[in-house]
């Protein structure tokens, strides 16, 4: 690639973490007029900003995988329209549970944009000084994010309305899709498919999901109460199934030796 298309490559990629972390803010400070247009109870507001974390959470390493299986552009582009469609429902939105359903759409496509665009800068930059370059970038476009987020959140509500914090990502996530198809390599041609670890996934979204759920909701809800309780034993049970798949299948989704590598389990903690 040339020293251009690498230039460009970063900024749409930088571009896409900064997505990624302006919606984990960009929604608090319209939280109150959202309550107020769509009737919600003190109670179930809160649900806009955790359905984003929740399934956010579930699902990265589906996302991950997704990445490595389907290819990272592919990936990366789909998760863009995701995210886009998903902020035009929220925009849209009519009822508190459509405006949820959207926050968890956002979350999932979010899910799938991170991991596809760190495993695009792995691919793209050779790994060394331009690898580390290009991940400082990546990274302070993040952190610019959540700032970013809760200052642009203000600004949209105050001057436009909330469903202005929604409109504005279908612009931002629309806009980065059309440049990545355009300006980022394609993959490359794998030499064999292989099979996908469906049951793997799936227990350990279900899992990861219901740990989120019990992590955000158990300070609320209370951490001895019933539900928090359920949902505790119930992201166990999923856990110990994933470990018991993954030992078992040809083709896991997280290869149980890779947890033999003590600096990797130290960075998971």
């Known amino acids: 690639m040339s020293k251009k298309a690498l230039v460009w490559s970063l900024a749409i990629l930088a571009f896409a973490q900064l997505i990624y972390s302006l919606d984990i803010n960009i929604v608090f400070v319209a939280l109150p007029e959202v309550g107020r247009a769509l009737g919600f109870s003190e109670q179930s507001l809160q649900w806009v900003v955790s359905a984003y974390t929740i399934f956010c959470g579930g699902f990265l390493l589906?996302?991950?995988?997704?990445?490595?299986?389907?290819?990272?552009?592919?990936?990366?582009?789909?998760?863009?329209?995701?995210?886009?469609?998903?902020?035009?429902l929220g925009g849209l939105a009519w009822s508190?549970?459509?405006?949820?359903?959207?926050?968890?759409?956002?979350?999932?496509?979010?899910a799938f944009l991170f991991p596809a665009t760190l495993s695009l800068i792995n691919r793209l930059y050779e790994e060394g000084p331009k690898r580390n370059r290009a991940l400082a970038v990546w990274g302070g476009a993040g952190a610019s994010g959540l700032t970013l987020g809760s200052l642009l959140g203000g600004i949209l509500t105050n001057a436009i309305g909330w469903e202005a914090v929604f409109f504005v990502n279908v612009l931002f996530a629309g806009g980065a899709a059309l440049a990545a198809l355009a300006a980022i390599p394609r993959d490359p041609v794998r030499s064999g498919k292989g099979s996908f670890d469906l049951p793997g996934a799936l227990s350990f979204?279900?899992?990861?999901?219901?740990?989120?759920?019990?992590?955000?909701?158990?300070?609320?809800a209370g951490w001895g109460s019933?539900?928090?309780?359920?949902?505790?034993?119930?992201?166990?049970?999923?856990?110990?199934?994933?470990?018991?798949?993954?030992?078992?299948?040809?083709?896991?989704?997280?290869?149980?030796?890779?947890?033999?590598?003590?600096?990797?389990?130290?960075g998971m903690i």
């Open 62 to 88: 589906l996302g991950g995988r997704a990445a490595d299986q389907l290819g990272q552009k592919r990936m990366f582009i789909s998760a863009l329209l995701l995210f886009a469609l998903a902020s035009l």
């Open 226 to 266: 019933v539900g928090i309780l359920i949902c505790a034993l119930l992201s166990l049970v999923l856990f110990l199934t994933f470990a018991w798949i993954e030992n078992r299948t040809s083709n896991p989704l997280m290869p149980p030796r890779l947890l033999r590598r003590r600096s990797l389990v130290t």
């Open 205 to 220: 979204t279900g899992a990861a999901t219901l740990l989120v759920y019990c992590l955000v909701q158990g300070p609320e």
């Open 96 to 110: 508190p549970l459509v405006i949820i359903l959207a926050r968890a759409l956002q979350g999932i496509g979010a």
